[in-house]
C-alpha cells in the first residue's frame, strides 16, 4: 500500500550510490583512453583502479588487469604480491572479462578487496603495485578514487634508474558536494623487470628529524661523560687531598 511517504535518507547515504557510479565511469573513460592510445609494441601496461570510502571502515575496492592477458593464475599471483607488500590477504576475490564498449582488447580483470588507502597518512600506496607488477609490464596506470578528506603527502614525480612514476595533480569535487571526492592518476614507468630496491611511496623523514636525534644523542653523551667526570671527583680525589697533606706532614717532621 502506497503510505506517501518519501525516502528520508541522509543526503550522505543518497550521495554515495552517486559518486561511486561517477567513479566507476572514471576509471573507464580512463581505460578508454588508454585502449585508444595502444599500438602493439606499447602492449605490456597494467591497469589498475582503486576505489577508496574514508568515511566508512570498509576494505577498499582494488581492480587489477594486464592488456589481453587471460591467466587468472597471474593475476591471482599478481594480487597476492600485492597484499604481501601490505602484509594483508585480498577478499572477494573474483575474475571477469571487460566491458567491450570501453576495453578494446581481451584482457580478463580481477577485482578485489584490500586496505590500501586508510590510514595511511596522506599517502598513496604506489609501490606495492609497482613492485608487483615489474615482472609483467613496463607501464603501470592507477587511478584512485578517493572519498572522504584526504591530503596526499607523496612524491609528485620519482625517478629512479629502474623505475619512474609520476603522479597527476587531483581532480576533486566541488565545495557543495555532500562528500570531498578526489581523483588521482599515476602513471608508472619500469626500465628493469628486477628492481633494485622497494620503491617509496613518500620522501624520507626530514634531515631536521635526523639532526634532533644527534642532539638529543650529544646531550645524552655529555651526561653521561659529566657523571663519569663527577664519580671520579667525588671518589678519588679526596683520598688524593690525604695522601698530599699526609706527605707534607711528614716532610715538616
Known amino acids: 500500500m502506497n503510505t506517501g511517504m518519501h525516502d528520508t535518507g541522509t543526503p550522505q547515504s543518497r ?5 561511486r557510479g561517477l567513479a566507476l ?13 595502444q599500438t602493439a609494441w606499447e602492449r605490456g601496461t597494467a591497469e589498475v583502479g582503486v576505489i577508496a ?11 587489477v588487469r594486464i ?6 593464475t597471474v593475476l591471482a599471483a599478481i594480487a597476492q604480491a600485492i597484499a604481501a607488500k601490505l602484509n594483508t590477504t585480498p577478499t572477494d576475490v573474483t575474475f571477469a572479462p571487460p566491458d567491450p564498449e570501453v576495453v578494446h582488447d581481451h584482457g580478463i580483470g580481477l577485482r578485489c578487496q584490500l586496505p590500501l588507502v586508510s590510514n595511511r597518512g596522506g599517502r598513496l600506496p604506489i609501490g606495492p603495485f609497482v613492485e608487483a607488477l615489474a615482472s609483467y609490464v613496463h ?4 587511478a584512485y578514487i578517493i572519498q572522504g578528506p584526504f591530503i596526499y603527502t607523496g612524491y609528485e614525480h620519482f625517478t629512479r634508474s629502474d623505475v619512474e612514476y609520476t603522479v597527476d595533480k587531483p581532480d576533486q569535487t566541488t565545495a557543495d558536494a555532500p562528500q570531498p571526492v578526489a581523483f588521482y592518476g599515476v602513471h608508472a ?26 642532539v638529543l644523542l650529544g646531550v645524552l653523551l655529555a651526561g653521561i661523560v659529566g657523571a663519569c667526570v663527577g664519580f671520579i671527583m667525588v671518589r678519588f680525589l679526596p683520598a688524593r687531598r690525604a695522601r698530599e697533606e ?4 711528614h716532610d715538616r717532621r
Open 139 to 142: 607501464h603501470i596506470e592507477i
Open 53 to 63: 570510502d574514508l568515511s566508512t571502515n570498509r576494505l577498499d575496492d582494488v581492480t
Open 246 to 249: 699526609q706527605g707534607a706532614e
Open 15 to 19: 550521495w554515495r550510490p552517486a559518486w
Open 67 to 72: 592488456v589481453d592477458n587471460t591467466d587468472t
Open 189 to 214: 614507468i619500469i626500465r628493469n623487470s628486477t628492481l633494485q630496491a622497494d620503491v617509496p611511496d613518500a620522501p624520507p623523514p626530514p634531515n631536521g628529524h635526523r639532526t634532533l636525534w644527534l
Open 25 to 37: 565511469l572514471f576509471l573507464s573513460l580512463a581505460c578508454l583512453s588508454l585502449a585508444h592510445a
